[in-house]
């Protein structure tokens, strides 16, 4: 019968879960690799896959280290908490929101209908 790590978890802790799920997921998402591709390489089901993505306390580091490394070999959890990818950084960037200039007049002119 399996445990439910939630319970012996803290708020805050169980926040880093999710948090750690969520940057395994954006990475993921930045490097283009859908979520079957990256469980099948790290030898793992979807589902559990999924569940790393969401946070699930009750995965194993191993199930994690090697979901990271089917995602992105060579990275480490460290280098994915600072967030300094490329792939990662790409995809933020595409993200943020561009400022709208003020039309000049001649452009709200020629809108004008």
Do not use: C, H, N, W
């Amino acid at each position: 019968m399996k445990k439910d790590e939630s319970i012996l978890l803290s708020t805050e802790q169980l926040a880093q879960t999710v948090q750690l799920g969520e940057a395994i997921s954006r990475l993921r998402l930045a490097r283009r690799i859908r979520q079957q591709d990256a469980a099948l390489r790290a030898g793992l089901s979807r589902p559990t896959a999924s569940k790393i993505e969401r946070g699930d306390p009750g995965r194993t580091l191993g199930q994690v280290i090697r979901y990271l490394g089917a995602i992105a070999p060579g990275m480490t959890l460290a280098r994915l908490v600072e967030g300094k990818d490329p792939s990662l950084l790409a995809l933020t960037a595409s993200e943020r929101r561009q400022r709208v200039r003020e039309l000049s007049a001649e452009e709200r002119r020629k809108l004008d209908f």
